[in-house]
């Protein structure tokens, strides 16, 4: 079936540090594919998408490239704050009413 | 701009007992969607409403029921609450079904079922 698989965490950076944060996904045909974030004691926010293959999403400083070639799509940063820190969640879409999230990635970054 | 609203925020329940989670979007969306969220499992959908008056199961429906009220409403009940069901759930809608249509979720409700 349809599912996402993201790295552990806790991540912990420094403020300005570079951010990964892997997700691979298993799918058949061709998925949609997001990220979310959720801030603490909040819902999920869409931070990010791609709808195809090679599509690049980006929002906030945070980008994400659809590599079909590897089922991946992970979400990097150049350069985090500590406002940056909030469990990500990589998630797909593949037919109607089907949205599957991944465990969460929680990052914290230090001043 | 409210977006999704869920009530109440935090719900003690005894086994047994019965509730209803409130859920109201004013984003005009069509469809809506009850997930909850466990430590380590990530969300997993409970039930969702594709549009005004149609529900439907998702991954884990049993112990659940759920109706749409009106195109803004969309309200979970456990009839008999068992301390399985402890866990933040969050209510979501999106413009339309479909694969391309991200989610707005709602602040969340957190259960525990003593």
């Known amino acids: 079936g349809n599912s996402v698989t993201q790295m552990e965490g806790p991540v912990t950076l420094s403020e300005e540090a570079f951010l990964t944060i892997n997700c691979t996904y298993t799918?058949?045909?061709?998925?949609?594919l997001f990220w979310y974030v959720q801030y603490p004691g909040e819902g999920l926010q869409l931070l990010l998408k791609a709808t195809k293959a090679d599509d690049k999403g980006s929002n906030k400083g945070f980008e994400a490239t659809y590599r079909k070639e590897t089922t991946s799509f992970h979400l990097e940063k150049g350069s985090v704050q500590v406002s940056d820190s909030a469990v990500y969640f990589c998630a797909l879409s593949r037919v109607n009413n089907d949205m599957r999230f991944g465990a969460g990635t929680r990052l914290t970054v230090k001043p | 701009n409210a977006g999704v609203t869920q009530t109440p925020k935090f719900q003690v329940l005894k086994t047994g007992q019965s509730m209803t989670l409130q859920c109201a979007q004013d984003?005009?969306?069509?469809?809506m969607y009850w997930y909850r969220q466990d430590p380590g499992m990530g969300l997993r959908l409970i039930y969702y409403s594709a549009s005004e008056g149609t529900t439907d199961k998702g991954e884990v429906p049993n112990g659940y029921n759920v109706s749409r009220l009106n195109k803004r409403e969309f309200s979970l009940r456990l009839e008999s609450a068992a301390p399985s069901q402890t866990s933040v759930y969050f209510c979501?809608?999106?413009?339309?079904?479909?694969?391309?249509?991200?989610?707005?979720f709602g602040s969340g409700t957190r259960l525990t079922v003593v």
């Open positions: 799918a058949t045909g061709y998925p949609s």
């Open positions: 979501a809608s999106s413009e339309a079904t479909g694969p391309n249509y991200g989610y707005t």
């Open positions: 984003m005009n969306h069509n469809s």
